[in-house]
Every structure is written in C-alpha cells, then in structure tokens.
C-alpha cells in the first residue's frame, strides 16, 4: 500500500484533538473546583495565575491557593509598616494588625501547607478559616481605637480569599 | 489498520513492485472511497477541533470578563452577629470574633487536666507504665497554637494526675518521619522489653510504620528513644492509599505465638482493620484477610482493639482471650471526627471480629463520647490492672482565640473501662479513682425537691473546679405519652421543656444565668409506655461569645428497672466531662464564658419539666489543682 498522506494528517490531527481536549480537561477541572466557593470569579483568578494550576489535581488547586493567602498576607504586613510611618496615630491598632497578619503567615499558611500535603485536610481547613477571621480582628481593631480604618480594602481582599480557598479546601474533606 | 501503517511506512522509499497480476481497477477509482473516507473523517476531526478552540478561547473570554471581587461590608469587631465557627461546625462565613480580654482566656486554662505548658496538642500516643511511672506521649507542635511540625510530647506521672512535662521523646528527624512524628502505641513484652509502633509522614508524605525502643530500659523516666535503623517496618500495601495508612495498635499475641497490631484504613467508603504478623517487630506479614469492616464510614482512624472481661472488674491485658471475654473494636472516623465502637467477639484462629449486634456496628452505632472527644485509645495498666482510656479534647472556639492564647487543647481524665454487666451491651467509663485526691471541700444538698420550673442555687465556694455527684427521683408512671421524637442534638436544650423534662445541673453560670451550661436528663415515653432517657449537655447559652461551638451534645442512656437517675461532672474551667448512669453515656463538652468566670461562675438544680417534680441529691467537691511542672531534670 502507497503511503497514505490521509492517514498521517489525521494522526496529526487527532494528537492535536487530545492535546486540545486534555487541556479543556485542566480547566474543566479548575472551573469545577472554583464553583461553589464564595466567588468563583475570584478563585478563577488566584488559581489561573499560577501556571502549576494547568497540571495540578485538587490538592495542588489548595496549595496554589494557601500560597495566594501567603502572598496577601506578606503584602499586607508590608503595607502596615508603611502605614506605621505615615499614619503614627494609628499605631496601636497597626500594632494589633501587624500581629494577627503574622499569625496569618507564620502560623496558619505553614500549618494548612503541611495539613495539605500530609492528606489531613481537616486541619488545613482551621488555618484558612483563621486567616478570615484573624483580617476581621485586624479591621475591627481601628474601630476599638476609635479610628477609621485605611486597610479595609486590603482586609476585605484577605477575607475573601481565605474563604475562598477554604471552600476549595472542603471539596477535599 | 496498524499493520498497514506499517506497511505504509515501510514502502515509503520503495515503491510497490507491479508485480499484481491480478485485475487492476484505474487507480484512480481504487483510492476515491478511501480518500473519501478519510476526507471526511479529517474534516469531522478539523471541524470539532475548532468547535473545542473556539469554546476554550470563549472561556478565556468570560474568565478575563469579570471584574474585582464582590464588594462586602466592613465588619465591626465588637457587635455580635451570626457568628462562623473556625472548627468544623460551620454557619455563614461572616465572623464576629469576640473581643477576648486576657483575664477571659488565661480563666479557660484547666487546673487538673493534662495539657502541655503551650501549643497545640492532638491525639494521645504510647501509653504505658514502666517502673513506677505511668507516661503519656502526645502529638505537639513546639511552634505554633495549630497543628503542624508534629513531634511527640512526653510527660511521667505516678498517679496519672499530677505530671511531670520531660523533653520530646521523638521528633521529625528521619526521612521516614520528617513530615511528621504521628500516632502509635506501645506494647510490652513478657521479658519487660517495650516495643513502640508509630506512623511517620516520609519526606514525599508518604504514611509508613517505624519501629522505636527506649535507648535504656533500666531509665525509669525512658527519656531517650532510638528509631530502628531500618526503619520503616511497614509501608503502605498494594490497594491502599498512602495517605489511608497510619495509627499502629498495641500488638496482641496470636495463637500461633506471633504478634499481631492493627492498622486502620479505608477502600473507597469502606473503613477496614487490617492486621499484620510479626515475631520480632521488624519483619511483618500482612494476613489476607482484613479483621472487619463496615461500608460507608470512611476513613478508620486510631483503631483500638481490646478485650473485656465479661465477668470480673479488672481490666484485661491486651493478649487476652476466651470464653468470658469480649473485644472492644474502636475506630475514630475522619468523615465526622468522632469516636465509635462496638462490643463483639474475637476469633483468634481466623482474625476476625464480629460484632455482637451488626446494627451497632463500628461507626454506625455507639460513641465513645457524645460531645467534643476524639483519637482516644486505651492501654492496660498492669500497675493496677485497669484498662484506661485516654482521649484528645480539641478546642470548639475559633483559632484566632487558640493563637491568642497561645495554646489549643487537653487530654481528658484518664477513664477506667469496663464491660457493663447489667445492661451486656456497652461499656462503661468511669474517672480513675486517683482524681478523688484532689476533692478538698465537700458540699452535700439532700432530699432538694424541684417543682416544674424551679431553679435552686447551690453554694459550693468557687465553682470553677469541681466534682460533682447528682441523682434524682422521679415519678414516670402518672403520664401517657410524651416527646417521643426527642433528640439531644436536635432539640432547643434545656429550653425545651417537655413533661418529663428537662431537669438536671447548671453548671459554670453567671448570677442571672445570662451564660450557663446545664446538663441534664430528658425523659421521653413512646406509645407502647416505655421510657427512654435522654442524657445531654446544652452550650446554646454557655457564652454570649459568638464565636464559640453552641450545640447540644447528647444521647439516650440505658436506665434499668429499679436505677436510679445519676450523672457525676468534673467540671474544670473550660472543660466539662458528663457522665451519666456510672459512665454508661459519657458527653465531653468544652465552655468559653466571658462572665461566668473565676468568682464569677455559680451551680444551680433545676427543673424545667411541666408535669413532674424531681427530688435531687447532690455532693459537690471544690477541686484541687494538680501539679503539672517540668521535671527537675538537674537533679536527675
């Protein structure tokens, strides 16, 4: 039989099918994982801006996302040391904030890392459960000082996303 | 079709010899229907292709769409709203965390429970007693109020009450356990020698068994371990998952002279024991067959596994077997973090565990303990020959509080288990004898009559520590039917009243009861006349803290014929431990009040039954605190 110039293009053809396929695959993934949480929007996001989420199964979708919380928080403790400087009336409830943003990143994101990759979920859950909580404690802390508070975007950002990531931590449990 | 793909390569530098001498069809008419064929196919392949890009670039589109998160109201910290809980009863993701004050969270401290000076504590681990020194062993993160790093805590005492805190035992320092040092037990040997199996998370969270020995057995502290050099002795088998394989038992010999520990684990939704053999605790054989299993309860935690006598009241070494002997199979499912067991019966010649009714099987049928309790596991204390039991008590407020206050849970007063007699169908649990010791004033109200609805003020001095004994009399025979639908968990607690019911203690209450945590018995009659009793402990009103844990813990408890109605509380600032019946239904709860605190907290009787009046008779011990120090190791 004479060598089939058909046959090779649809080989090539259906390669290309199933890289296209696999590849929709990955995102069906992602986009699952992200429906049902708070704001799928914002969990498309967090999750597509890291590359490993193309090949990642759920745990590594919840690992990108406790990095994303890391990210925030270390963004976050950053900004409260320049507020520090240029808003020294607030030094209290700063203070107040700069401490549970630290339990955010020294505590919980390390504790729901290692809960993830040792396959014990359930304590990943409490630490990005905390981390919410703990961006409520720092928001509500200008108001015990009886101040306005110049971080409320960037405490309702952290909330949201550790209630995000929570929620995909539960898709584990 | 592959052959001749084949083929078709192979000709591709030679041409086919015309060597046919067959009929020749025009070739151009022999290669239209292939061609057609695969024109249509690779057109069908090209048209779905673009079908899936363009859907792919669609998606890309509706993904860079939409704009900023959604916009939420800023929060106030100090009002109090519906509340989340950051443990696992959860409501609406809108926190209101309480303004926790110092003097609140070091009152939640207990005075004689065992806890670690600060950190977080998980499951008790390798229980035994060796010299005079009874030790406890504890999941412990030495860096943080949450779990993580874990590395297994040591603590020595010579009554099980007052302890001695020692330097870690074992911490994560080999490939085979360095993400973490996890649960195990200890066996003894007949020769003394102790043997200890513990599950360690490899460097790749891989879940395998190691094998650890005290450097020095004649060291009534056994400060130092050794780890097996070829550890691990056991990994995960073909069909188990890496991460389902962990918590080795205390082993048990088998009647062919070896060894034999339990592993929990799971296939599917499946919760299964499996057991492996061993003469020397280095070279293991997996047996073929699992010792039991039940469909649908998931993932076996801390399996514990041992005998009962059925007719003495000592325990039983965990070797034991027989005709007057029942197993206890008991297993810790991580799909609802409680602790289930059965009572059966044990077949040592072919390893397998029956339960006595498999309508009460393992995970679907009795708890451990009702309210917040979890990873127990028991050992045999050949000192006083008692079967103890040991359980995790987590924290039900939210973490940022545990971070707060820098430390998060306590293990429970160890408990003596016993097989209950009267009723051959449970176990009973009782608090050893030992935390009597730490009774100092005793309070004894007698013959206190309770009309519906009234509420009597105990004075016991501070109320914070104490030991608690109540019984009641009560009339059932005058009403018909009544509640007969009731359910601890599902009802509005000691609100609810009925007519039978509710009626019981308050304990850790402020003077006008706006925080409370009562205890109580709920009587219930179905239609055919017979009466149930309910046994729970309400937190719904245990805090005007919103975020706290504020269910219902409860169940039914057997009362026979001629009993009378009893609960014993161990009440120790945060904690409460419930027992009802001698330990027949046991509840575990844990209170985080802000009011009803040092001076503060008060007891009261009540009886909140609308067709029944409850004489009550109550003793009541202030408690000593137990001394729990580190060890003076210098002069050791």
């Given at each position: 039989m004479k060598f089939s110039f058909p046959l090779t293009i649809l080989l090539l053809l259906l390669l290309l099918q199933q890289t296209l396929l696999s590849a929709m695959a990955d995102i069906q993934l992602i986009k699952n994982t992200c429906k049902g949480t708070p704001s799928s929007s914002l969990c498309l996001k967090i999750l597509l801006a890291d590359p490993k989420s193309q090949n990642a199964d759920l745990t590594g979708l919840a690992l990108i996302g406790v990095d994303a919380v890391n990210n925030k928080g270390l963004e976050i403790l950053e900004q409260i040391v320049a507020l520090k400087k240029s808003r020294q009336e607030l030094r209290p409830a700063l203070d107040h904030c700069a401490e549970v943003y630290h339990a955010v990143v020294d505590a919980d994101v390390p504790s729901s890392r290692d809960a993830l990759r040792t396959g014990v979920a359930k304590f990943a859950e409490q630490g990005m459960a905390d981390s919410a909580v703990e961006a409520q404690v720092c928001e509500g802390s200008f108001g015990e000082h009886g101040r306005t508070s110049p971080m409320t975007g960037s405490n309702n950002a952290m909330d949201d996303v550790a209630n995000v990531v929570r929620a995909i931590i539960r898709k584990l449990l | 079709m592959a052959t001749d793909l084949e083929h078709a390569t192979s000709t591709i530098y030679s041409p086919l010899p015309?060597?046919?001498?067959g009929y020749h069809p025009p070739s151009s008419e022999r290669r239209r229907p292939i061609a057609l064929l695969s024109g249509i196919f690779l057109s069908m392949l090209l048209f779905s292709s673009l079908i899936a890009l363009i859907l792919n670039q669609h998606n890309q589109h509706d993904i860079d769409h939409v704009k900023s998160p959604l916009v939420k109201p800023v929060s106030r910290g100090v009002s109090h709203g519906v509340s989340e809980k950051s443990n696992s009863q959860l409501l609406s993701s809108d926190v209101e965390v309480y303004p926790w004050t110092n003097a609140m969270l070091s009152w939640q401290r207990t005075g004689f429970h065992f806890q670690p000076p600060k950190n977080w504590m998980n499951d008790p681990n390798g229980p035994l007693y060796h010299m005079g020194w009874y030790h406890l062993f504890y999941q412990y993160n030495r860096d943080a109020a949450v779990w993580g790093n874990i590395t297994w805590g040591h603590a020595i005492s010579t009554d099980l009450i007052n302890w001695y805190h020692l330097p870690f035992a074992m911490v994560p320092d080999q490939w085979y356990d360095i993400n973490g040092v996890w649960t195990g037990s200890a066996t003894i040997l007949p020769d003394g020698r102790i043997v200890m199996l513990y599950t360690g998370d490899t460097n790749e969270e891989v879940q395998v068994q190691n094998l650890a020995y005290p450097a020095n057995l004649s060291d009534p502290l056994l400060l130092d371990w050794i780890k097996y050099s070829n550890n691990p002795v056991m990994v995960p088998p073909p069909g188990i998952g890496t991460k389902d394989f962990r918590d080795p038992t205390t082993a048990w010999l088998g009647p062919n002279g070896k060894w034999r520990v339990a592993i929990g684990s799971k296939v599917n939704k499946t919760g299964i024991t499996l057991v492996y053999e061993t003469t020397d605790f280095t070279s293991y054989a997996l047996l073929d067959e699992v010792m039991h299993a039940v469909p649908g309860t998931g993932m076996w935690e801390c399996v514990d596994f041992y005998p009962v006598s059925t007719t003495e009241s000592n325990g039983l070494d965990t070797s034991v077997n027989g005709p007057s002997v029942k197993h206890v199979l008991k297993s810790s499912l991580d799909d609802d973090k409680n602790d289930y067991y059965a009572l059966g019966t044990y077949d040592s010649i072919s390893n397998k565990w029956t339960p006595d009714d498999p309508n009460l099987d393992v995970g679907i049928g009795l708890r451990v303990d009702y309210g917040k309790y979890y990873a127990s596991k028991t050992f045999y204390d050949q000192n006083k020959q008692r079967r103890l039991l040991w359980g995790w008590i987590g924290e039900t407020d939210s973490e940022a509080a545990d971070i707060l206050k820098g430390w998060a849970s306590v293990q429970s007063i160890p408990r003596e288990v016993v097989f209950d007699r009267k009723t051959g169908t449970n176990i009973l649990q009782w608090p050893i004898k030992e935390v009597e010791k730490l009774r100092s004033k005793s309070w004894v109200y007698q013959k206190v009559l309770l009309e519906p609805g009234c509420l009597v003020s105990l004075d016991v001095g501070l109320a914070t520590q104490l030991d608690i004994i109540a019984t009641f009399d009560i009339e059932t025979q005058t009403i018909e039917e009544a509640d007969a639908g009731y359910n601890c968990t599902t009802s509005g607690g000691s609100f609810s009243r009925g007519a039978f019911g509710p009626f019981g203690l308050v304990v850790l209450a402020d003077e006008t009861r706006t925080e409370q945590t009562p205890v109580y018995f709920y009587i219930t009659k179905g239609s055919d006349g017979v009466a149930r009793t309910h046994f729970c402990a309400d937190q719904t009103k245990s805090s005007t803290a919103s975020d706290v844990t504020k269910l219902v813990y409860g169940s039914n408890v057997h009362v026979l014929e001629g009993e009378t109605l009893s609960m014993r509380l161990l009440v120790d600032h945060s904690i409460v431990e419930s027992f009802a019946q001698g330990g027949r239904t046991v509840i575990t709860s844990r209170v985080y009040p802000t009011k009803a605190i040092y001076t503060s907290a008060k007891v009261f009787l009540f009886n909140n039954a609308t067709g029944v009046s409850v004489t009550a008779n109550v003793n009541v011990w202030n408690m000593d605190s137990a001394r729990i120090d580190h060890f003076p190791l210098g002069q050791h």
């Open positions: - | 015309d060597s046919d001498n």
